[in-house]
C-alpha cells in the first residue's frame, strides 16, 4: 500500500467534508434570510418631503438595543416600545438623506408596526425626511455594518431600488425616471446578488449537481466516465430548473397567481430536503422532471424577493425579465465554479463513498431545521 497517496487522499477527503459542513451549519444559521433591512421612500413634490418606512428584523435590532428586560428570551411589544427613544436614535445616527452638502433632516418618527418578511419578525418604522429641492439625493446608510459584515440594506425610493452594504454604503438616486438601460442594469444586478443570498437556492443545486457526475450501476453509484454525459444531464436539469422558475417568477410578479410565502418557503425547504435525500437513497435517477415540479416552488420563492425590490412602474415586464436574467447569470456562476470540481473528483473513491453522501446528509440537516422554522 502506498500510504503517502493514502494519507494525501485521507486529508483532501477530511478536508473537503470538513468545509461542506462548515458551510453548511454556517447556513444553516442564515437559513433562507441573510441580514437585510428594508427603507422604501416616496417623493412628495409639494412639500420636498421623503416619507416612507424603515424595516428592520427584530433579532438584528436585538443586536444593538437590548430588549428582554425580564430576560425570558421572548421580546414583547411592550419591551420593544419602552425602547422608542433608543430606537428612534438609532434611525437618526444609521439613514441620512442629503441634497449637495445641505443634510435632509428626519422631521418625524411615527407609530411602530410590525411585519413579517421570509417568516421572520421585522419592526417596522414610519419616518419622514425633509429636503430643500426636489433634486437628486444621496442616501447613506450605516446601521449594523460594525457587527455584521454580512448586513445588506434594499433601498426604495419612488420604485428605484439599491441595495447598500458595508463596502458600499451611500449612493445618489436620481428622482427623474429611469430609462430602460438603467431599469435593465438595476433589476440583473439585483437577480444576481439574491440568488447568491437565497441559501435555500443555491443548496438545491448544489444538491442537484453532486449526483450528476455520477451514475447509479448496481444499487450503487460510480464515477460516469463520459465528460459529455454529464454536460448533458447537467444541461437537462439546469434547463428544467431555469424553464419551471422562470414561468412561476413571471406569473407571481405580474399577480397572475399567488399563494401564501409561508407554504412557498416551507415547499422550498421539503424540495432541498427530499432532493438530498433522494442522493443517499435514490429513488428517482431521472431528475429532470422532479427538478422541474420543485423549480415551480423556487420561482414563487424568487418572486417574493421581486415583490420586495418593488416593480418598475414604467418598465414593469423589463424589470421582471431582468431579474430573472440576472438569477440566471448567478446560477451560472454557481454551476462554472461548482461542476469543473465534481467532474475532478468524481474520479476518486472518496468522493462517492463519502463527500457526496456527507455532502447530502449535511445538507438534508439544514432542511430539516428550516422545514422545522417555516411550518
Same mark, same amino acid.
Given at each position: 500500500?502506498?500510504?503517502?497517496?493514502?494519507?494525501?487522499?485521507?486529508?483532501?477527503?477530511?478536508?473537503?467534508?470538513?468545509?461542506?459542513?462548515?458551510?453548511?451549519?454556517?447556513?444553516?444559521?442564515?437559513?433562507?434570510?441573510?441580514?437585510?433591512?428594508?427603507?422604501?421612500?416616496?417623493?412628495?413634490?409639494?412639500?420636498?418631503?421623503?416619507?416612507?418606512?424603515?424595516?428592520?428584523?427584530?433579532?438584528?435590532?436585538?443586536?444593538?438595543?437590548?430588549?428582554?428586560?425580564?430576560?425570558?428570551?421572548?421580546?414583547?411589544?411592550?419591551?420593544?416600545?419602552?425602547?422608542?427613544?433608543?430606537?428612534?436614535?438609532?434611525?437618526?445616527?444609521?439613514?441620512?438623506?442629503?441634497?449637495?452638502?445641505?443634510?435632509?433632516?428626519?422631521?418625524?418618527?411615527?407609530?411602530?408596526?410590525?411585519?413579517?418578511?421570509?417568516?421572520?419578525?421585522?419592526?417596522?418604522?414610519?419616518?419622514?425626511?425633509?429636503?430643500?429641492?426636489?433634486?437628486?439625493?444621496?442616501?447613506?446608510?450605516?446601521?449594523?455594518?460594525?457587527?455584521?459584515?454580512?448586513?445588506?440594506?434594499?433601498?426604495?425610493?419612488?420604485?428605484?431600488?439599491?441595495?447598500?452594504?458595508?463596502?458600499?454604503?451611500?449612493?445618489?438616486?436620481?428622482?427623474?425616471?429611469?430609462?430602460?438601460?438603467?431599469?435593465?442594469?438595476?433589476?440583473?444586478?439585483?437577480?444576481?446578488?439574491?440568488?447568491?443570498?437565497?441559501?435555500?437556492?443555491?443548496?438545491?443545486?448544489?444538491?442537484?449537481?453532486?449526483?450528476?457526475?455520477?451514475?447509479?450501476?448496481?444499487?450503487?453509484?460510480? $464515477?460516469?466516465?463520459?465528460?459529455?454525459?454529464?454536460?448533458?444531464?447537467?444541461? /437537462? +436539469?439546469?434547463? *428544467? &430548473?431555469? @424553464?419551471? !422558475?422562470?414561468?412561476?417568477?413571471?406569473?407571481?410578479?405580474?399577480?397572475?397567481?399567488?399563494?401564501?410565502?409561508?407554504?412557498?418557503?416551507?415547499?422550498?425547504?421539503?424540495?432541498?430536503?427530499?432532493? $438530498?435525500?433522494?442522493?443517499?437513497?435514490?429513488?428517482?435517477?431521472?431528475?429532470? /422532471? +422532479?427538478?422541474? *415540479? &420543485?423549480? @415551480?416552488? !423556487?420561482?414563487?420563492?424568487?418572486?417574493?424577493?421581486?415583490?420586495?425590490?418593488?416593480?418598475?412602474?414604467?418598465?414593469?415586464?423589463?424589470?421582471?425579465?431582468?431579474?430573472?436574467?440576472?438569477?440566471?447569470?448567478?446560477?451560472?456562476?454557481?454551476?462554472?465554479?461548482?461542476?469543473?470540481?465534481? +467532474?475532478?473528483?468524481?474520479?476518486?473513491?472518496?468522493?462517492?463513498?463519502?463527500?457526496?453522501?456527507?455532502?447530502?446528509?449535511?445538507?438534508?440537516?439544514?432542511?430539516?431545521?428550516?422545514?422545522?422554522?417555516?411550518?
Amino acid at each position: 500500500m502506498n500510504f503517502s497517496s493514502f494519507n494525501t487522499r485521507s486529508l483532501i477527503t477530511t478536508s473537503l467534508v470538513m468545509c461542506l459542513l462548515f458551510f453548511f451549519s454556517v447556513s444553516s444559521v442564515q437559513a433562507h434570510q441573510l441580514s437585510t433591512s428594508y427603507l422604501n421612500l416616496e417623493h412628495n413634490k409639494d412639500n420636498d418631503q421623503y416619507t416612507g418606512n424603515w424595516q428592520i428584523q427584530i433579532s438584528d435590532l436585538e443586536q444593538i438595543v437590548s430588549f428582554d428586560l425580564d430576560e425570558d428570551k421572548q421580546v414583547s411589544w411592550y419591551e420593544i416600545k419602552s425602547k422608542a427613544s433608543t430606537i428612534n436614535e438609532l434611525v437618526g445616527n444609521s439613514i441620512q438623506l442629503e441634497q449637495g452638502t445641505t443634510q435632509c433632516p428626519l422631521v418625524n418618527i411615527g407609530d411602530y408596526k410590525v411585519d413579517n418578511h421570509y417568516n421572520e419578525a421585522y419592526l417596522v418604522i414610519p419616518v419622514t425626511f425633509t429636503c430643500t429641492s426636489d433634486t437628486e439625493v444621496r442616501i447613506t446608510y450605516s446601521a449594523l455594518f460594525d457587527i455584521d459584515d454580512n448586513h445588506k440594506a434594499i433601498i426604495n425610493l419612488n420604485n428605484a431600488s439599491r441595495v447598500l452594504s458595508k463596502s458600499n454604503p451611500s449612493q445618489i438616486l436620481n428622482l427623474e425616471k429611469p430609462d430602460y438601460l438603467t431599469t435593465f442594469t438595476q433589476y440583473t444586478y439585483q437577480g444576481v446578488l439574491h440568488i447568491w443570498m437565497g441559501i435555500d437556492h443555491v443548496l438545491f443545486l448544489i444538491t442537484l449537481l453532486l449526483t450528476s457526475v455520477l451514475i447509479r450501476n448496481k444499487d450503487s453509484w460510480q $464515477a460516469n466516465p463520459s465528460k459529455r454525459e454529464i454536460f448533458k444531464k447537467t444541461a /437537462w +436539469i439546469i434547463t *428544467a &430548473f431555469t @424553464l419551471a !422558475h422562470s414561468i412561476t417568477l413571471t406569473a407571481t410578479a405580474l399577480n397572475l397567481i399567488s399563494f401564501s410565502s409561508r407554504w412557498v418557503e416551507l415547499g422550498i425547504a421539503f424540495s432541498v430536503l427530499l432532493t $438530498a435525500f433522494n442522493n443517499v437513497w435514490p429513488l428517482i435517477l431521472r431528475l429532470g /422532471w +422532479i427538478t422541474f *415540479a &420543485f423549480g @415551480l416552488l !423556487h420561482g414563487m420563492g424568487f418572486a417574493s424577493v421581486l415583490s420586495e425590490l418593488g416593480l418598475s412602474e414604467d418598465f414593469q415586464l423589463l424589470s421582471i425579465l431582468a431579474f430573472n436574467l440576472g438569477v440566471e447569470l448567478g446560477q451560472l456562476a454557481i454551476l462554472v465554479v461548482a461542476l469543473p470540481l465534481l +467532474i475532478w473528483a468524481r474520479n476518486f473513491n472518496w468522493y462517492k463513498k463519502w463527500v457526496m453522501p456527507l455532502g447530502s446528509l449535511a445538507i438534508a440537516s439544514v432542511a430539516v431545521q428550516w422545514c422545522i422554522e417555516r411550518f
